[in-house]
């Protein structure tokens, strides 16, 4: 794999632009930046920490979780979610029609509290949001079948990925994790999930059996997330929270070429 950049904490939350360039961000120390395809790096919202997820929005700028999820556009700040109780939001993505499916933390994963049980919500406007389903100890990446008809979530705590179908209600464990942590995920256009491993220091690919096909090496003892991009949507984009080759360089966002083809992730319209 090829790093990209790094010498950050815990790096997640990775999203591909049209223009070539990544958005990632920085869970413990804070901060959203942009790596550029010529290799700059900039800092595009400071300071703002516990960023687990963020999409492109439709009118410009991010969606980014955190205590609550807020829309930035030329620094200006507008709230699309906040739940009395949420002590914070992880992963996101939105569907092919710009909602948001968002995870919702019950708890302080970083402050050595035990898992509480959180939800999926989906946001269909500013404010306007349902609750999809629960029991999900530490909701975690985000994801959606090739039709849309299928939603898929990783409890980390479990290392399960969960498969949920709105139209039906119907839930069901799609796969378990090989190393017992299910971190950040992404669709391929076959209907593969790519799923990152956590201390695993991999990535995972289940076939749409919910099998396990390969796992990749990420160079790193924690594997936090991912997202493909390219022009081909062949490149796969890589988030850890260290860098084995060169621990100096901690967190590190990391590139390399595969196979399958990602599925286009759309951009938030509420």
């Known amino acids: 794999m090829e790093a990209l950049a790094w010498g950050y904490g815990l790096v997640e939350g990775p999203t591909f632009a049209p223009d070539g360039s ?9 901060g959203v930046h942009r790596w550029s395809p010529g290799g700059d790096v900039e800092t595009v919202i400071p300071k703002r920490r516990g960023v687990g997820g963020m999409c492109l ?13 807020v829309h930035v556009r030329d620094g200006e700040f507008r709230t699309v979610l906040a739940i009395d109780g949420v002590t914070g939001f992880n992963d996101l ?24 049980p959180g939800e999926v919500w989906r946001i269909d406007g500013e ?12 909701p975690n990446g985000i994801g959606f079948s090739p039709d849309g ?11 399960e990925v969960v498969a949920f179908e709105p139209a039906t209600r119907e839930r069901r464990v799609f796969a378990r ?4 942590d299910a971190d950040g995920l992404a669709v391929d256009v076959e209907g593969g999930v790519w799923v990152a491993l956590g201390r695993g220091g991999g990535v995972g690919r289940f076939g749409p059996d919910g099998g396990l096909d390969d796992v990749l090496d990420a160079q790193a003892g924690f594997v936090s997330s991912l997202c493909f991009g390219g022009e081909d949507m062949r490149d796969l984009y890589v ?11 901690r967190g590190t966002l990391f ?7 990602g599925l286009p992730v759309p951009a938030a319209r509420v």
């Open 177 to 180: 994790s090989p190393s017992g």
């Open 22 to 30: 990544v958005y990632f961000s920085d869970v413990l120390g804070g």
């Open 255 to 261: 590139r390399t070429r595969v196979e399958v083809a």
């Open 127 to 138: 404010g306007a949001a349902e609750e999809l389903f629960g029991g999900v100890d530490w």
């Open 57 to 69: 929005h439709g009118d410009g700028g991010l969606v980014v979780s955190g205590r609550d999820v």
């Open 149 to 159: 008809e299928t939603v898929y979530t990783s409890d980390f705590a479990s290392g």
């Open 239 to 249: 988030t850890t929270a260290d860098n084995g080759e060169h621990p100096d360089r």
């Open 93 to 116: 993505s939105p569907d092919s029609e710009g909602r948001i499916y968002v995870g919702a933390l019950r708890f302080m994963p970083f402050g050595g509290e035990e898992p509480v």
